[in-house]
Protein backbone atom coordinates (compact mmCIF):
# COMPACT_ATOMS: atom_id res chain seq x y z
CA UNK A 1 0.00 0.00 0.00
CA UNK A 2 1.40 3.70 -1.24
CA UNK A 3 2.14 5.83 1.88
CA UNK A 4 0.50 8.91 1.58
CA UNK A 5 1.96 10.53 4.48
CA UNK A 6 4.58 13.27 4.46
CA UNK A 7 8.14 11.77 4.97
CA UNK A 8 10.20 13.12 7.86
CA UNK A 9 12.59 14.40 5.08
CA UNK A 10 9.39 15.93 2.90
CA UNK A 11 8.05 17.97 6.02
CA UNK A 12 11.76 19.30 6.47
CA UNK A 13 11.88 20.23 2.43
CA UNK A 14 8.55 21.70 3.18
CA UNK A 15 9.71 23.78 6.33
CA UNK A 16 12.47 25.86 4.51
CA UNK A 17 10.82 26.03 1.01
CA UNK A 18 8.05 27.71 2.77
CA UNK A 19 10.74 29.95 5.11
CA UNK A 20 12.12 31.45 1.76
CA UNK A 21 9.43 32.10 0.04
CA UNK A 22 7.50 33.81 3.46
CA UNK A 23 10.77 36.04 3.26
CA UNK A 24 11.36 36.72 -0.56
CA UNK A 25 7.71 35.62 -2.12
CA UNK A 26 5.69 37.98 0.32
CA UNK A 27 2.13 38.46 -1.68
CA UNK A 28 2.74 42.22 -1.93
CA UNK A 29 6.17 41.54 -4.01
CA UNK A 30 4.08 38.97 -5.97
CA UNK A 31 1.68 41.43 -6.86
CA UNK A 32 4.32 44.21 -7.84
CA UNK A 33 6.04 41.99 -10.02
CA UNK A 34 3.24 41.55 -12.04
CA UNK A 35 3.09 44.90 -12.83
CA UNK A 36 6.44 45.06 -14.14
CA UNK A 37 7.88 43.53 -17.34
CA UNK A 38 9.53 41.02 -15.22
CA UNK A 39 7.15 38.58 -13.76
CA UNK A 40 9.51 36.11 -13.34
CA UNK A 41 11.64 36.24 -10.14
CA UNK A 42 14.94 34.93 -10.99
CA UNK A 43 17.18 36.01 -8.38
CA UNK A 44 14.23 33.85 -5.91
CA UNK A 45 14.40 30.81 -8.97
CA UNK A 46 18.11 30.62 -8.39
CA UNK A 47 18.34 30.79 -4.71
CA UNK A 48 15.58 27.85 -5.21
CA UNK A 49 16.90 26.06 -7.96
CA UNK A 50 20.49 26.06 -7.45
CA UNK A 51 21.43 27.04 -4.18
CA UNK A 52 18.12 25.36 -2.57
CA UNK A 53 18.57 22.45 -4.91
CA UNK A 54 14.92 21.87 -5.82
CA UNK A 55 15.30 22.23 -9.91
CA UNK A 56 17.68 18.95 -9.36
CA UNK A 57 14.99 17.18 -6.32
CA UNK A 58 14.00 14.21 -9.25
CA UNK A 59 17.25 13.58 -10.94
CA UNK A 60 19.46 10.91 -10.30
CA UNK A 61 22.70 11.26 -9.03
CA UNK A 62 24.53 10.27 -11.83
CA UNK A 63 22.96 12.96 -13.59
CA UNK A 64 23.87 15.50 -11.33
CA UNK A 65 20.77 15.97 -8.98
CA UNK A 66 20.00 15.35 -5.60
CA UNK A 67 18.09 11.34 -6.17
CA UNK A 68 15.02 12.09 -4.68
CA UNK A 69 11.95 11.85 -6.60
CA UNK A 70 8.74 13.36 -7.85
CA UNK A 71 7.25 13.31 -4.26
CA UNK A 72 9.44 15.69 -3.39
CA UNK A 73 8.92 17.72 -6.18
CA UNK A 74 5.93 17.50 -5.43
CA UNK A 75 5.80 19.26 -1.65
CA UNK A 76 7.88 22.02 -3.56
CA UNK A 77 5.04 22.33 -5.65
CA UNK A 78 2.50 22.92 -3.10
CA UNK A 79 4.52 25.42 -1.07
CA UNK A 80 4.97 27.24 -4.57
CA UNK A 81 0.87 26.59 -5.28
CA UNK A 82 0.38 28.62 -1.55
CA UNK A 83 2.46 32.05 -2.79
CA UNK A 84 2.06 31.61 -6.40
CA UNK A 85 5.16 32.69 -6.86
CA UNK A 86 6.50 33.57 -10.69
CA UNK A 87 9.06 30.90 -10.93
CA UNK A 88 9.70 28.22 -13.93
CA UNK A 89 9.51 25.48 -11.94
CA UNK A 90 6.68 23.50 -13.57
CA UNK A 91 8.27 24.57 -17.03
CA UNK A 92 11.93 23.51 -16.31
CA UNK A 93 12.08 21.53 -13.20
CA UNK A 94 9.21 19.14 -13.87
CA UNK A 95 8.20 19.09 -17.77
CA UNK A 96 11.08 19.77 -19.47
CA UNK A 97 13.35 17.51 -17.27
CA UNK A 98 10.75 14.76 -16.94
CA UNK A 99 10.90 14.57 -21.04
CA UNK A 100 14.90 14.76 -21.10
CA UNK A 101 15.07 11.96 -18.65
CA UNK A 102 12.48 10.23 -20.58
CA UNK A 103 14.46 10.59 -23.62
CA UNK A 104 18.48 10.05 -22.24
CA UNK A 105 19.32 13.04 -22.78
CA UNK A 106 21.78 13.42 -19.89
CA UNK A 107 23.69 16.54 -20.44
CA UNK A 108 20.73 18.33 -20.75
CA UNK A 109 19.20 17.25 -17.49
CA UNK A 110 22.95 17.67 -15.47
CA UNK A 111 21.80 21.66 -16.74
CA UNK A 112 18.17 21.91 -15.73
CA UNK A 113 19.49 20.20 -12.54
CA UNK A 114 22.41 22.72 -11.69
CA UNK A 115 19.99 25.46 -12.29
CA UNK A 116 22.60 26.52 -15.17
CA UNK A 117 19.79 26.77 -17.53
CA UNK A 118 15.95 26.45 -17.57
CA UNK A 119 14.38 24.37 -19.73
CA UNK A 120 10.28 24.42 -21.66
CA UNK A 121 8.68 21.73 -23.89
CA UNK A 122 7.42 23.56 -26.63
CA UNK A 123 3.79 22.36 -26.58
CA UNK A 124 0.66 24.06 -26.16
CA UNK A 125 -0.03 24.81 -22.35
CA UNK A 126 -3.68 22.80 -22.54
CA UNK A 127 -1.42 19.39 -24.15
CA UNK A 128 -2.85 16.22 -22.22
CA UNK A 129 -1.61 13.04 -21.67
CA UNK A 130 -2.22 10.23 -24.69
CA UNK A 131 -3.48 12.43 -27.26
CA UNK A 132 -1.93 12.51 -30.54
CA UNK A 133 1.67 13.64 -31.16
CA UNK A 134 1.40 17.04 -31.77
CA UNK A 135 2.11 17.95 -35.23
CA UNK A 136 2.59 21.68 -35.44
CA UNK A 137 6.36 21.77 -35.82
CA UNK A 138 7.50 19.75 -38.69
CA UNK A 139 11.49 19.07 -39.54
CA UNK A 140 12.78 19.27 -42.81
CA UNK A 141 16.36 18.56 -43.44
CA UNK A 142 17.51 18.71 -39.68
CA UNK A 143 15.38 21.99 -39.72
CA UNK A 144 12.41 22.71 -37.53
CA UNK A 145 9.69 25.10 -39.03
CA UNK A 146 5.79 25.76 -37.28
CA UNK A 147 4.07 27.79 -34.27
CA UNK A 148 3.06 26.69 -30.89
CA UNK A 149 0.92 29.26 -29.08
CA UNK A 150 0.49 29.20 -25.21
CA UNK A 151 4.05 27.48 -24.04
CA UNK A 152 4.42 26.90 -20.27
CA UNK A 153 7.27 28.82 -18.93
CA UNK A 154 8.78 29.78 -22.45
CA UNK A 155 9.61 32.90 -21.87
CA UNK A 156 12.27 32.17 -18.92
CA UNK A 157 13.93 29.12 -20.93
CA UNK A 158 17.29 28.81 -22.10
CA UNK A 159 17.06 25.47 -23.72
CA UNK A 160 13.55 24.19 -25.52
CA UNK A 161 12.90 21.07 -25.85
CA UNK A 162 10.84 20.97 -29.41
CA UNK A 163 8.45 17.68 -30.49
CA UNK A 164 7.66 17.48 -34.16
CA UNK A 165 7.37 15.15 -37.12
CA UNK A 166 9.76 14.50 -38.97
CA UNK A 167 7.56 13.57 -42.45
CA UNK A 168 5.46 10.82 -40.24
CA UNK A 169 7.61 10.32 -37.25
CA UNK A 170 8.02 11.60 -34.35
CA UNK A 171 11.40 13.35 -32.94
CA UNK A 172 11.98 15.47 -30.39
CA UNK A 173 14.89 17.90 -30.76
CA UNK A 174 16.62 20.67 -28.15
CA UNK A 175 16.83 23.62 -29.48
CA UNK A 176 18.73 26.97 -28.07
CA UNK A 177 16.28 29.47 -26.85
CA UNK A 178 18.08 32.58 -29.21
CA UNK A 179 17.31 30.56 -32.00
CA UNK A 180 13.71 30.73 -31.82
CA UNK A 181 11.12 33.57 -31.95
CA UNK A 182 9.31 33.89 -28.10
CA UNK A 183 6.02 36.65 -28.41
CA UNK A 184 4.60 37.42 -24.86
CA UNK A 185 0.96 36.89 -24.58
CA UNK A 186 -1.48 38.24 -22.55
CA UNK A 187 -2.22 35.92 -19.78
CA UNK A 188 -4.62 35.87 -16.85
CA UNK A 189 -2.42 33.93 -14.61
CA UNK A 190 0.15 36.98 -14.24
CA UNK A 191 2.29 35.06 -12.11
CA UNK A 192 2.98 32.71 -15.00
CA UNK A 193 3.19 34.48 -18.27
CA UNK A 194 2.72 32.35 -21.50
CA UNK A 195 4.46 32.77 -24.73
CA UNK A 196 4.02 31.90 -28.65
CA UNK A 197 6.92 30.28 -29.99
CA UNK A 198 8.20 30.16 -33.72
CA UNK A 199 10.41 28.49 -35.76
CA UNK A 200 11.80 29.33 -38.70
CA UNK A 201 14.11 27.00 -39.89
CA UNK A 202 15.69 26.32 -36.35
CA UNK A 203 18.09 23.41 -35.92
CA UNK A 204 19.08 21.69 -32.89
CA UNK A 205 20.05 18.74 -31.35
CA UNK A 206 18.27 15.48 -31.69
CA UNK A 207 17.39 13.69 -28.42
CA UNK A 208 14.53 11.35 -29.31
CA UNK A 209 13.48 9.43 -32.50
CA UNK A 210 9.88 7.35 -33.25
CA UNK A 211 8.20 5.28 -30.19
CA UNK A 212 10.52 6.94 -27.88
CA UNK A 213 10.01 10.37 -28.52
CA UNK A 214 6.29 9.87 -27.90
CA UNK A 215 6.93 7.78 -24.76
CA UNK A 216 9.05 10.65 -23.50
CA UNK A 217 6.54 13.60 -23.89
CA UNK A 218 3.83 11.49 -22.72
CA UNK A 219 5.97 10.61 -19.55
CA UNK A 220 6.96 14.50 -18.94
CA UNK A 221 2.72 15.39 -19.65
CA UNK A 222 2.25 12.79 -17.00
CA UNK A 223 4.30 13.98 -14.48
CA UNK A 224 3.24 17.88 -15.16
CA UNK A 225 -0.09 16.74 -14.47
CA UNK A 226 0.46 14.91 -11.66
CA UNK A 227 2.87 17.43 -9.94
CA UNK A 228 0.31 20.53 -11.02
CA UNK A 229 -2.75 18.47 -8.64
CA UNK A 230 -0.19 19.30 -5.64
CA UNK A 231 0.20 22.88 -6.82
CA UNK A 232 -3.25 23.05 -6.78
CA UNK A 233 -3.69 21.80 -3.54
CA UNK A 234 -1.29 24.00 -2.04
CA UNK A 235 -3.50 26.72 -3.28
CA UNK A 236 -6.42 25.64 -2.05
CA UNK A 237 -5.22 25.00 1.59
CA UNK A 238 -3.86 28.89 1.11
CA UNK A 239 -7.27 30.27 0.56
CA UNK A 240 -8.85 28.03 3.04
CA UNK A 241 -6.58 29.47 5.66
CA UNK A 242 -6.59 32.83 4.33
CA UNK A 243 -11.14 32.53 4.21
CA UNK A 244 -11.21 31.48 7.91
CA UNK A 245 -8.77 33.82 9.35
CA UNK A 246 -10.80 36.47 7.91
CA UNK A 247 -14.04 35.14 9.25
CA UNK A 248 -12.70 35.15 12.49
CA UNK A 249 -11.41 38.67 12.54
CA UNK A 250 -14.05 40.39 10.59
CA UNK A 251 -16.86 41.40 12.90
CA UNK A 252 -20.63 42.81 11.52
CA UNK A 253 -23.55 43.10 14.04
CA UNK A 254 -20.70 42.38 16.94
CA UNK A 255 -20.23 39.14 16.13
CA UNK A 256 -17.64 37.36 13.87
CA UNK A 257 -19.40 36.53 10.85
CA UNK A 258 -17.63 32.96 10.68
CA UNK A 259 -20.27 32.44 13.78
CA UNK A 260 -23.12 32.61 11.04
CA UNK A 261 -23.90 29.09 10.12
CA UNK A 262 -24.50 29.74 6.58
CA UNK A 263 -20.50 30.62 6.44
CA UNK A 264 -19.86 27.36 8.22
CA UNK A 265 -21.14 25.33 6.02
CA UNK A 266 -19.12 26.81 3.20
CA UNK A 267 -16.24 26.72 4.79
CA UNK A 268 -16.64 22.75 5.45
CA UNK A 269 -17.60 22.16 2.01
CA UNK A 270 -13.97 23.47 1.27
CA UNK A 271 -12.10 21.46 4.14
CA UNK A 272 -13.37 18.44 2.76
CA UNK A 273 -12.59 19.09 -0.34
CA UNK A 274 -9.23 19.99 0.14
CA UNK A 275 -8.68 17.38 2.88
CA UNK A 276 -9.50 14.60 -0.58
CA UNK A 277 -7.66 16.69 -2.71
CA UNK A 278 -4.46 15.72 -0.66
CA UNK A 279 -5.06 12.06 -0.56
CA UNK A 280 -5.21 12.15 -4.48
CA UNK A 281 -2.83 14.67 -5.60
CA UNK A 282 -0.35 12.64 -2.65
CA UNK A 283 -1.25 9.28 -4.64
CA UNK A 284 -0.53 10.52 -8.09
CA UNK A 285 3.00 12.07 -6.88
CA UNK A 286 3.97 8.77 -5.65
CA UNK A 287 2.16 6.62 -8.58
CA UNK A 288 5.04 9.15 -10.61
CA UNK A 289 7.81 8.47 -8.09
CA UNK A 290 7.81 4.67 -8.21
CA UNK A 291 6.67 4.47 -11.80
CA UNK A 292 3.46 2.73 -10.78
CA UNK A 293 1.83 1.03 -14.07
CA UNK A 294 -1.28 2.99 -12.35
CA UNK A 295 0.38 6.56 -12.63
CA UNK A 296 -1.45 7.69 -15.82
CA UNK A 297 -4.60 6.90 -14.18
CA UNK A 298 -3.65 8.68 -10.76
CA UNK A 299 -2.27 11.48 -12.57
CA UNK A 300 -5.79 12.06 -14.55
CA UNK A 301 -7.98 11.36 -11.44
CA UNK A 302 -5.90 14.17 -9.76
CA UNK A 303 -6.36 16.74 -12.27
CA UNK A 304 -10.30 15.32 -12.97
CA UNK A 305 -10.68 16.13 -8.88
CA UNK A 306 -8.05 19.08 -7.66
CA UNK A 307 -8.64 21.08 -10.19
CA UNK A 308 -11.88 21.94 -9.44
CA UNK A 309 -11.81 22.14 -5.79
CA UNK A 310 -9.19 25.10 -6.24
CA UNK A 311 -11.17 26.64 -8.55
CA UNK A 312 -13.49 26.53 -5.58
CA UNK A 313 -11.16 27.12 -2.92
CA UNK A 314 -10.24 30.61 -4.44
CA UNK A 315 -13.60 31.59 -5.73
CA UNK A 316 -14.46 31.16 -1.77
CA UNK A 317 -12.07 33.12 -1.07
CA UNK A 318 -12.47 36.20 -2.41
CA UNK A 319 -16.59 35.51 -2.57
CA UNK A 320 -16.46 35.35 1.99
CA UNK A 321 -14.05 38.21 1.68
CA UNK A 322 -16.44 40.12 0.49
CA UNK A 323 -15.44 43.69 -1.04
CA UNK A 324 -12.13 43.87 0.24
CA UNK A 325 -11.88 40.48 -1.94
CA UNK A 326 -12.70 42.29 -5.13
CA UNK A 327 -9.78 44.65 -5.30
CA UNK A 328 -6.56 44.69 -6.82
CA UNK A 329 -4.93 45.33 -3.67
CA UNK A 330 -5.93 42.23 -1.77
CA UNK A 331 -4.31 38.72 -3.24
CA UNK A 332 -7.89 37.25 -4.01
CA UNK A 333 -7.48 37.63 -7.24
CA UNK A 334 -3.53 36.28 -7.83
CA UNK A 335 -5.11 32.96 -6.12
CA UNK A 336 -7.96 32.93 -8.28
CA UNK A 337 -6.69 33.55 -11.73
CA UNK A 338 -3.80 30.90 -11.17
CA UNK A 339 -6.59 28.73 -10.10
CA UNK A 340 -8.56 29.12 -13.28
CA UNK A 341 -5.20 29.23 -15.21
CA UNK A 342 -4.38 25.71 -13.84
CA UNK A 343 -7.76 24.42 -14.86
CA UNK A 344 -6.66 24.48 -17.96
CA UNK A 345 -3.00 24.03 -18.11
CA UNK A 346 -2.51 20.26 -19.37
CA UNK A 347 -5.93 19.60 -20.00
CA UNK A 348 -9.25 20.34 -18.04
CA UNK A 349 -10.65 18.43 -15.67
CA UNK A 350 -13.42 17.07 -18.38
CA UNK A 351 -10.25 16.37 -20.58
CA UNK A 352 -8.97 13.68 -17.84
CA UNK A 353 -11.90 12.61 -17.29
CA UNK A 354 -12.61 11.33 -20.40
CA UNK A 355 -9.08 10.07 -20.78
CA UNK A 356 -10.03 8.64 -17.29
CA UNK A 357 -12.29 6.70 -18.59
CA UNK A 358 -10.83 5.36 -21.43
CA UNK A 359 -7.75 4.11 -19.22
CA UNK A 360 -10.22 1.75 -17.39
CA UNK A 361 -12.20 0.89 -20.07
CA UNK A 362 -15.09 2.36 -19.14
CA UNK A 363 -18.01 3.68 -21.80
CA UNK A 364 -17.14 7.21 -23.17
CA UNK A 365 -20.59 9.31 -24.23
Same mark, same amino acid.
Given at each position: ????????????????????????????????????????????????????????????????????????????????????????? %??? $??????????????????????????????????????????????????????????? /???????????????????????????????????????????????????????????????? $????????????????????????????????????????? /?????? %????????????????????????????????????????????????????????????????????????????????? /????????????????????? $?
Amino acid at each position: MTDLLYTEVEEQLCSSVRDLLTDRAGWPSVLARTETDQPYDRALWRTLGAELGVSGLAVPERMGGHGASWREAAVVAEELGRCVAGTPF %LGS $AVLATALAMSAGADEIVRRFASGSANGAVVASASSVPGAPFPAAVTMTGGRLTGAVRGV /IDAAAADQLLVPALDGDEPVVVAVDAGDVTRTAVTSLDLTRPLCDVTLDGARGSLIARGPAASD $ALDAALITGAAVLASEQLGLAQRCLEMTVDYLKSRYQFGRP /IGGYQA %LKHRVADIWAGVSQARAVARYAAACVADGDPDMAVAASLAQAYCSPVAVKAAEECLQMHGGIGFTWEHPAHLYLKRAKADS /ILLGTAAAHRVRLGRLVDLPV $A
